[in-house]
């Protein structure tokens, strides 16, 4: 989940192209594109404004030789181009909503041809700390350090009579 606060849709053209188009980011079926100034009750109006689902991202591939086209050991390179519909997502404001910062630099890493670190970080715990009172805290560390070894040592102690009395 990622927050676009002023997302644009970007129109895809269809015409045959050098560039590879991927598109990476879609709105919901349910919404749209408003097309009038926001103001009053806002509503999709099917004559002026767009159906979702809308593209928001967009990657761009394409190869190109090098200069000297002519030399047989003359190699291919490849030029990426990202498009995001929304330049704020990015920003110090908007950086800690959702995954912005993860797609960012997951899309810095793409750019950069650093595909391996393009991976999905595992899901941690969002609260992983313990806070005890102090008396919870006696409690506990008595409960650990002394009845649960000495409740060990006597159930031990007890089987060890009760074998010893066959």
Do not use: C
């Not at 879609?26 to 749209?32: D, E, F, I, P």
């Not at 928001?56 to 030789?65: A, D, H, I, Q």
């Not at 997951?106 to 595909?115: A, V």
Request: glycine share 8%; net charge negative.
């Amino acid at each position: 989940m990622t927050l676009f606060p002023l997302a644009h849709a970007i129109e895809l053209n269809n015409e045959v192209s050098e560039w590879q188009k991927t598109p990476i980011l879609q709105s919901l079926k349910r919404s749209w594109s408003e097309h009038q100034p926001l103001q009053g009750t806002i509503q999709f109006d099917a004559e002026s404004d767009q159906q979702g689902p809308l593209t928001l991202g967009l990657l761009l591939e394409r190869t190109v030789m090098s200069s000297a086209q002519n030399r047989v050991d003359s190699a291919a390179k490849s030029q990426r181009i990202a498009v995001i519909g929304d330049g704020d997502f990015i920003s110090n404001a908007y950086l800690g909503n959702g995954a912005n910062r993860e797609l960012g630099e997951r899309l810095l890493n793409w750019l950069s041809f650093d595909d391996e670190l393009i991976t999905i970080p595992p899901k941690v715990a969002p609260d992983i700390h313990l806070a005890l009172t102090p008396n919870l805290a006696i409690l506990f560390g008595f409960g650990f350090l002394l009845v649960i070894p000495g409740a060990l040592l006597g159930s031990g102690l007890w089987i060890w009579h009760r074998r010893r009395q066959r």
